[in-house]
Structure formats: C-alpha cells, structure tokens
Nanobody, 124 residues
Framework: QVQLVESGGGLVQAGGSLRLSCAAS????????MGWFRQAPGKEREFVAA????????YYADSVKGRFTISRDNAKNMVYLQMNSLKPEDTAVYFC?????????????????WGQGTQVTVSS
C-alpha cells in the first residue's frame, strides 16, 4: 500500500521560504509521477508542481513558476517542494500525491494516492 507523509509546513512571513517534504513508501516509485497540490479554504484543490520519478521531467503551475522548486531523492524515496518568495495567496494545505505512469497530469483526479496534507500559512 502506497503511503505518503508530508512535513515541513508552518507559518512564515511574506517573502520567506519553506521546504516541504514527502516521504513515500510501499512501492517502487520508478514508474510514478509525484505531485504537489494545494487547497485553500473554500477553494478547489489545485495543481502546484509535479516530477517524473524516473526521468526527472518537471512541470509547474504558472502561479509558482520561478518561486517553487520540486525535486526528488531516489535513494531516500523523498520528494521536496522548496518554496521561496512566499505570498499570502500561497496559504493553503499542501498535499503530496502520486500516480502510476509517466505522463504529468495537473488534475487531482488523475492521482490515486494522497498524503494527509500539511498547512502552510503566509502572513502579510
């Protein structure tokens, strides 16, 4: 059974940085795509970034491009989201997600496995 556990959320001032981590277990993830999504109160869950575990192809939402960086550590089965120049509108619960396959989809319905989420709050 795939398990995803996020950590690293917290409260930060606008302009600050946070690094989220996602520990993945229960599968060999070489043929998976790992994604980060976020959901703010009263809003739908939205795509943030994704990375192909094997080939390293990466895709970002326009709203975070140039500020966020997704990466992976194959040896540790970890996926990271480095978030810089944070803005109040980045405030949300951030989720790690996984899908089998090599194509990067941005719709949350395409991802079968989800972590429990970690809260990120950016104060102005």
């Amino acid at each position: 059974q795939v398990q995803l556990v996020e950590s690293g959320g917290g409260l930060v001032q606008a302009g600050g940085s946070l690094r989220l981590s996602c520990a993945a277990s229960g599968r060999t993830f070489s043929s998976y795509v790992m994604g980060w999504f976020r959901q703010a109160p009263g809003k739908e869950r939205e795509f943030v970034a994704a990375i192909r575990w094997s080939g390293g192809s990466i895709y970002y939402a326009d709203s975070v491009k140039g500020r966020f960086t997704i990466s992976r550590d194959n040896a540790k089965n970890m996926v990271y989201l480095q978030m810089n120049s944070l803005k109040p509108e980045d405030t949300a619960v951030y989720f790690c997600a996984a899908r089998s396959g090599s194509y990067i989809y941005t719709g949350p319905g395409e991802y079968a496995y989800w972590g429990q989420g970690t809260q990120v709050t950016v104060s102005s």
